[in-house]
């Protein structure tokens, strides 16, 4: 391995760990909790390093976000895929979206809450946004109906979920009756 080559696996390492840092202290403390300082203090390195990564707060938050998107579309593309029929599968969408919220919020208010500097539903969106967007479009866009654009139906069913799991989150809904939502959803909205 050429000096070259071991310097960038050690650049991506680092990055790595900063991003697994500020996730898990976010996570912890959430996103206030989250400083270059602390970041800095975690991983053992200095400020300057972290800034040789990411411009600040911002752009880690983004890093975060980009990671959270990879793993919701392949939770989502996991459940979907074992599930039976259009009806089962827009079921287990909805329970997949809405668990990952309530599993990972502090990445879930990266994706969706912060700014991490990330360009949402045009040319120049990360690949892995437009992935956890064709996730959802995937099963959702079979149950658009006649002559609803699949996006845009899409569009509106992430729209419920995203409601149900902020409000959710923030005890404007109860918990106990996320089950009896989701099935209205997919009842109503989806009609399977």
Do not use: C
Not at 9 to 14: N, P, T, Y
Request: no cysteine; glycine share 6%.
């Amino acid at each position: 391995m050429s000096v070259q080559e071991r310097k960038q696996r050690e650049r991506a390492e680092r990055e790595r760990l900063i991003v697994a840092t500020a996730r898990e202290l976010a996570e912890q403390q959430g996103w206030d909790a989250v400083t270059t300082r602390r970041l800095a203090e975690r991983i053992e390195y200095s400020q300057p390093v972290l800034y040789s990564h990411f411009r600040g707060k911002r752009e880690i938050i983004g890093a975060v976000a980009l990671q959270g998107a990879s793993e919701m579309a392949a939770a989502l593309r996991a459940a979907t895929s074992a599930a039976d029929g259009p009806r089962t599968r827009v079921t287990a969408l909805a329970r997949t979206y809405l668990d990952f919220a309530a599993r990972n919020p502090a990445v879930y208010d990266a994706l969706f809450q912060l700014d991490g500097g990330l360009a949402f539903a045009n040319e120049d969106t990360p690949q892995p946004l437009k992935d956890a967007f064709a996730a959802l479009l995937e099963s959702l866009g079979d149950v658009a109906g006649d002559g609803v654009h699949p996006g845009l139906f899409t569009e509106v069913f992430w729209a419920a979920l995203h409601g149900l799991a902020t409000l959710t989150r923030a005890r404007r809904l109860p918990p106990e009756d996320t089950e009896r939502r989701v099935e209205l959803l997919v009842d109503r909205l989806a009609m399977v």
